[in-house]
């Protein structure tokens, strides 16, 4: 494996125990990191025009108040709006993050050091 990738695997683990110090089990941590993963990925790609306006990585990370919350809508929203690919990707998506200050660490780590 060579550096990049290994530094990639070593900041997702990482981020595996954000999830599990905010009460996330091990079979749940990759299928919460999916969803921001790719809310990032389509923003460092400039392949956002498939998700609706509103419901994009800059729209949650600038949530300073009930980020929470509005993840939780944002996923729905998803399942629901946007490109056929989008719908089927986030289709029946839920979150079981329960703490603003877990989501906000795994926003902010992944804003700032994962891509």
Same mark, same amino acid.
């Given at each position: 494996? =060579?550096?990049? *990738?290994?530094?990639?695997? *070593?900041?997702?683990? =990482?981020?595996? =125990? ?9 079979h ?13 990925? *389509? ?22 108040e ?10 729905g ?13 986030? *289709? ?23 891509l």
């Amino acid at each position: 494996m =060579n550096t990049v *990738a290994h530094d990639i695997v *070593a900041k997702l683990w =990482n981020l595996c =125990n954000v999830l599990k110090d905010g009460g996330i089990s091990f079979h749940q941590y990759m299928i919460e990191l999916t969803y921001l993963l790719f809310l990032k990925m *389509a923003q460092e790609t400039r392949t956002e025009s498939h998700l609706p306006e509103g419901y994009r990585w800059d729209d949650l990370e600038g949530r300073s108040e009930k980020q929470l919350e509005f993840y939780k809508v944002l996923l729905g929203y998803l399942g629901s709006h946007g490109s056929t690919l989008v719908k089927e990707i986030v *289709a029946d998506a839920h979150s079981l993050i329960t703490k603003d200050s877990t989501l906000s660490t795994l926003v902010t780590e992944i804003d700032m050091k994962l891509l």
